[in-house]
């Protein structure tokens, strides 16, 4: 069973926008978005997990920076 998502107004003409210059349809873009939240969301995990060592070990240099 296939579903129209209801989107507000500013939502739905972001969608247009993005569909546009992909050259594809709205209801097109929402599977694709779906589809790589998932690792678009491990990805910047992994790079908070990534940066949070060295931001430790710098603290100290960074605040006396500011």
Do not use: I
């Amino acid at each position: 069973m296939a579903r129209d998502p209801r989107l507000r107004d500013d939502r739905t003409d972001a969608l247009k926008q993005r569909a546009e210059p992909a050259d594809t349809g709205m209801h097109a873009m929402v599977p694709r978005a779906v589809d790589d939240h998932p690792a678009r969301t491990a990805e910047e995990a992994l790079v908070r997990k990534t940066a949070r060592a060295p931001a430790t070990r710098w603290r100290e240099l960074m605040e006396r920076l500011e």
